[in-house]
């Protein structure tokens, strides 16, 4: 963690030299500019009404979400296309999933990520032993169930745990997707981030792109608020730990998943889950679950990335 902190530290100072006032959320997405050229895929008039289709088709549970998520903006920014092999990190109950597998099609693959066993086992709260030996066989059981969605037409599928990817994926994917789950690889020990991005980076073809959507902590906050414990990282943080394990800023960082209301601070110990959709500490405070309802969802950086070849 001091590495990381002393890193983030530098990467700070070079993006801007702004009052605490002047680097507020919305300011990072300004501030921060790429020299790559940027080589994500551009999505055709085709894919664009493949995706809207798609889209439409969805349950008014999940269209009910897609101001706050934007999933046609977002998968759009990162070039994710049709007959794809695209891999989803901690999919979780399919949100994105079930847009992906429909999306991408019989020539695509979608390909489920999981956390290994050992960082499952850090969890507080839910996880048990039971959890943990049904975790074991997460891969299969997240294909099984997957299949069972009843999409017509839809992707091939396949998944794996960190630190278990099997060698006939490497080099496979188009792109990974970290929609929400890079709070969780930094918050334990570096050896979980580093064991994900060296599964990420082997998995990726040469110039695979990595997007990545992430609950987005100011940069005037504290550094040991914002490793993640809380949800929240930092922005420079990410881009930092991507630069330093193989991979490059592929265009400037969007706007498209921002939530200026969202001003989430560590002098009061502010944690992702107390708004939408958890309200995690206002269940039996009315008058506290409309301040949070008003915020809405968490303030988002949306970056993608580029493996350097």
Known sequence: MKK?????????????????????????????????????????????????????????????RFEARNPQATLEYFGIQPGMTVVEALPG???????????LGPEGTLIGMD???DMWAKFDGFVNEEFLEKRKSWPATWIK????????????LSAFAIGEMPEHLKGTADAVLLIRAA??????????????????????????VVGIVQHRASEDQDDGWANGDNGYLKQSLVIKFMEDNGFELAKTPSAINSNPKDMASSETDDKVWRLPPTLGTSRDNEELQAKMKAIGESDRMTLVFRKKS
């Open 145 to 156: 169930d997957s299949s069972g969605w009843g999409i017509e037409n839809g992707s091939q």
């Open 93 to 103: 109950g399919g949100w994105y999933s079930k847009i992906l597998i429909p999306y």
């Open 183 to 208: 709070h969780h690889l930094n918050r334990f020990n570096q050896a979980h981030l580093a064991d994900s991005l060296k599964d990420i980076h082997d998995v990726l073809k040469p110039s695979g």
């Open 115 to 117: 956390y290994d066993l």
């Open 4 to 64: 990381f902190l002393l890193a983030l530290s530098v990467t700070a100072l070079t993006l801007s030299a702004c009052s605490k006032t002047e680097t507020k959320n919305s300011d990072v997405v300004k501030t921060v500019k790429t020299t790559a050229a940027t080589q994500v895929p551009t999505l055709s008039s085709s894919d664009k009404d493949a995706l809207m289709a798609v889209l439409n088709t969805q349950p008014d549970e999940t269209k009910a």
